[in-house]
């Protein structure tokens, strides 16, 4: 059994904004007794993040640390049409990664008590990102 | 077909040790003749490590990374309730992922030579860690 | 419905080359509605990169970026048995992933329009590599 669906999100500008909700909700539809939920970001310059879900300091505390590993406007990129945020939204991207699948039972997502799912804008303004969701498995 | 498990593997704080026996047994349990085989660490601060198998030296120097890119009780963490090396553990898990997918094929691993699969603890103190996985495909 | 297969590519050395076609001739061979493409690189000295295909520049600064985050010959490195560009290049596999999972629908890879999937050999010295395709899903 296979239920695939795309949303699209706003993003607020750089920075995460939580959708486990949202994928949870596709997973419930879609019925899945056993099985994956594979999600993806259709962006170079966004990418998932699954971490703590409790302290919202945990999220700005990694946005400090990949501020240091790809910085904005750093003098050795090549690529920066876009502005000073455009080569650090790709590294920060490639490193978080765009693409997460997480197990289901029960038509529902086997996170941990602390996970979240978020979508991560690395670019500084706001953008409509689409994320396609796969729910693959066997009917409950 | 489909077989999801779930295994609880004690940690010893810090550090690496290879899962890729339990793992294999798994898969050769469900009996996939093609497929996919999805592991998934439960937790935000500790991940699973594909890397090479021979040299253990290569896990230590991959402490010694890690431990640049979020080193352990930074002056700049606002999440640090846990002690220092709480963040860097969050930050570690999500650079390294909690969410692995290794193609299966007459019930075995399709890893290479060289690939071994661990589950790297970024606490220091010991843990109980879950890991879910589950084989999907078709039977041999 | 699973089709597998394992392709492999030459690398020149250290850079990335675009597989997006190789994939995308397997996932139309698979001939799959609705599903995921699941990509494994069998080694621990490559990884795959999904990035912006449009401009190669951004492909050299990620190249920057992980030499600064995983240099070449770091004194603090144990692992250098072959040479200089060993322990770097397990490190940014680990770091960029060796493993993908990109959804399908109408035996098409769903990927943005900016979205390419390269291999990227962090060896110095070409090789070659193995890749491990696996399609699943429904047929269309």
Redesign the interface.
């Known amino acids: 059994m296979?239920i695939?669906t795309r949303l699209t999100f706003r993003t607020a500008g750089r920075g995460s904004r939580e959708i486990t909700g949202e994928v949870a909700a596709q997973v419930r539809a879609a019925g899945i007794g056993?099985?994956?939920a594979?999600i993806?970001?259709?962006?170079?310059?966004c990418s998932l993040?699954?971490?703590?879900n409790a302290?919202p300091?945990?999220r700005?505390?990694?946005e400090?640390?990949f501020g240091r590993?790809?910085p904005d406007g750093d003098p050795?990129?090549?690529?920066d049409?876009e502005g000073p945020d455009d080569?650090a939204a790709?590294?920060r991207?490639?490193?978080?990664?765009?693409?997460?699948?997480?197990?289901v039972?029960g038509a529902r997502l086997?996170?941990?008590?602390?996970?979240g799912i978020y979508l991560w804008e690395h670019r500084t303004e706001a953008h409509d990102r689409?994320v396609?969701i796969?729910v693959?498995?066997?009917s409950a």
Chains 1, 2, 3 share one sequence.
């Open positions: 296979l695939q056993c099985g994956i594979q993806f970001v259709q962006h170079t310059s993040l699954l971490t703590e302290d300091d945990v700005r505390d990694l400090t640390l590993i790809a050795a990129y090549l690529h049409a080569m790709h590294a991207t490639l490193i978080a990664g765009a693409s997460l699948t997480v197990p039972a086997l996170l941990g008590t602390w996970q689409n396609v796969t693959m498995g066997e």
